[in-house]
């Protein structure tokens, strides 16, 4: 297991410098990401090809370095993977952010694995998983326009 000052590194490498923090053009899916009780408020947009294989991403808004770093190595995960697959991933960090994952499967999450330890921060765990609550609502068809973290 890597120390924990990589991880801080990799996290605030992508709060700094997000890889995927813009606005598509035109996307095929976008939706909004709210998280209430501290003001992240994130919008994710994709391209899924017609044999579903998430072909591109982006996401804009605001929020903490958690939230933006979070959603940032998301996107670096899911695109060029299928929709089962990146659902598949949205499940493993879930379970990791419940502490409750294999090393095995933290490996799976690789640069993402750094959000272990919010795990054991409960007022930072909806900032961890806003954008992949969003992911998760946007694959699945959700009709709504924006998703809450409120209920989470």
Request: hydrophobic residues 35%; proline residues 3%.
């Amino acid at each position: 297991m890597q120390s924990r000052t990589f991880y801080n590194e990799i996290l605030t490498e992508h709060n700094i410098h997000p890889i995927h923090k813009t606005k598509m053009i035109e996307p095929q899916k976008s939706l909004r990401g709210v998280n209430p009780s501290c003001g992240d408020d994130i919008t994710l947009q994709l391209n899924v090809s017609e044999d579903g294989t998430i072909t591109d991403g982006a996401f804009f808004g605001d929020g903490c370095a958690i939230s933006q770093a979070s959603a940032d190595m998301m996107l670096d995960l899911v695109i060029g993977r299928s929709v089962e697959e990146a659902m598949s991933l949205k499940d493993t960090f879930l379970k990791m952010i419940k502490d409750k994952i294999t090393e095995e499967e933290l490996e799976m999450l690789e640069e993402a694995g750094a959000l272990k330890d919010i795990s054991h921060m409960p007022s930072r765990v909806k900032c961890a998983v806003l954008g992949w609550h969003t992911l998760e609502e946007m694959l699945k068809g959700g009709d709504s326009e924006s998703v809450s973290t409120e209920d989470q």
